[in-house]
């Protein structure tokens, strides 16, 4: 089974053309990066400013964690025949539109989650400190809390990547785009090496992604050499 | 003779449709009973498996980085090719669904139960200890029940996604009100759909809410804390 699998993935026929899996892997990658993107930018201002003014937390926690609650399938079935449809777009393929926005709503709660309590779990007594020598509420923010939050910040952001790119296959019960495509098509046909080849380009796909996510949160972050000092 | 009276509702293939709960009430009861015991089994059976995986880790740091490491690849396996992997082995049967959805909730609660053994303070330990607790007694009068509040945070987590995460076991025959949703979509069902999700979103609040209560319950002396 896994050779046969290992002899699918080695073939090079098997990747070419718009149902190979270069293209579907493209498709998965484009899918995954677009709706991080989007989700960041929407959820971490909103998730920042709450936890900066230490205010309405309780309520954007309680809304992700809602958020958690609603299946992506369902979404993904009501955007498709709903408003939004299944058409084509672009590089992203059929029902493209419907499958972004799932998963940027999937995105959602680990990004606000863990940008709302690493800004509120700053140590106190620092900010207190900050205010106190004369920093604006801006300044504040900018320079000591968000610095001190970024690792949080971060790894909420990487959560949300890994877990992003997984779940893209699910766009295949809609017969949307992305690598998902691979494994209905092996269900379909009953070829179940094709199902165990899809498997391991998503979940290796996956482990790369976080070992890179991993590398760029070390880099992304502020206080790396105040804290390589401290230990 | 005038032709029987079809709901407005379903000509117009709408997303509200009250006479679709009443017409459709045995296929919905039987599709959330499906979602709610299979939810149960799952997380139940993660939790039988991550308790000695814990208390195992806890104890070897070699086993801790596998037990993690391993969970962790589990996790980045889709549901999706989970079920069908798990296809050849199991069949058509609520099995599979059980057996994917148990091993998401095993990496979940694996690192909670991990994280609240070690937050028991070792002040505490060491007093146990000295009064003349065995282990086993020790880890049940003390190390657990004060472990409780984080493995239940685990546990919250854990049950809200199963919750949601069945609905993709439809590729199985076994996905509860993913089934509805699955045969709504290829039919063209709008209020199917509607009324499933709606469903699986107050399911999983529910449970939330009975955890949150179990906790209280189980956990009297953090209502009087700080």
């Known amino acids: 089974m896994l050779g046969d699998a290992l002899d699918y993935l080695l073939d090079g026929a098997n990747w070419s053309g718009t149902n190979g899996i270069g293209a579907f892997a493209v498709q998965q990658l484009l899918l995954t990066v677009t709706a991080l993107v989007v989700a960041v930018a929407l959820g971490l201002p909103v998730a920042l400013y709450l936890g900066h003014r230490g205010r309405g937390g309780f309520l954007a926690v309680n809304v992700s964690n809602i958020g958690r609650a609603v299946p992506v399938f369902a979404v993904l079935l009501m955007l498709s025949l709903g408003p939004v449809g299944s058409d084509e777009l672009g590089p992203y393929g059929r029902a493209g539109l419907a499958t972004l926005i799932a998963l940027v709503l999937f995105a959602l709660p680990p990004l606000i989650t863990n940008a709302y309590v690493g800004i509120t779990e700053v140590d106190p007594d620092i900010v207190e400190a900050a205010r106190g020598v004369g920093m604006s509420g801006r300044t504040v923010f900018t320079s000591v809390e968000l610095p001190l939050a970024m690792p949080v910040i971060l790894t909420g952001v990487r959560i949300a990547l890994v877990q992003v790119w997984a779940t893209a296959t699910i766009a295949a019960l809609v017969a949307g785009p992305g690598l998902g495509r691979i494994i209905t098509r092996g269900f379909a046909n009953q070829a179940t090496y094709q199902v165990v080849a899809g498997a391991v380009l998503v979940a290796l796909g996956a482990l790369v992604l976080e070992g890179v996510a991993v590398v760029v949160e070390r880099y992304a972050d502020p206080m790396r050499r105040a804290r390589k000092v401290t230990v | ?226």
């Open chain 2, 1 to 226: 003779m005038t032709a029987p009276q079809v709901a407005r509702c379903y000509v117009d293939n709408d997303w509200l449709c009250g006479q679709y709960l009443s017409d459709y009430r045995p296929e919905l009861t039987d599709a959330t009973v499906q979602h709610l015991w299979i939810t149960v089994v799952s997380v139940v059976a993660g939790l039988v498996v991550a308790l000695p995986l814990a208390l195992l880790a806890r104890r070897n740091p070699r086993f801790e980085s596998l037990v993690v490491g391993g969970t962790t690849i589990v996790y980045t396996i889709p549901s999706l090719a989970l079920f069908s992997l798990l296809l050849p082995i199991t069949g058509l049967s609520a099995t599979t669904v059980i057996i994917g959805l148990a091993l998401y909730s095993l990496t979940i609660l694996v690192r909670n139960v991990l994280a609240g053994l070690r937050a028991v303070p070792a002040d505490v330990v060491e007093s146990a200890r000295g009064v003349g607790y065995s282990e086993t007694r020790l880890l049940t009068r003390v190390e657990l029940p004060l472990a409780l509040p984080v493995i239940m945070a685990g546990l919250r987590v854990a049950t809200v996604s199963t919750v949601a995460l069945v609905t993709v076991g439809s590729i199985v025959s076994y996905g509860g009100l993913g089934n509805l949703l699955l045969s709504g979509f290829n039919s063209n069902f709008k209020a199917q759909i509607l009324t499933a999700s709606v469903l699986c979103v107050l399911l999983a609040v529910a449970f939330d809410l009975v955890l949150v209560v179990l906790q209280r319950a189980l956990t009297p002396w953090t209502r009087h804390a700080r």
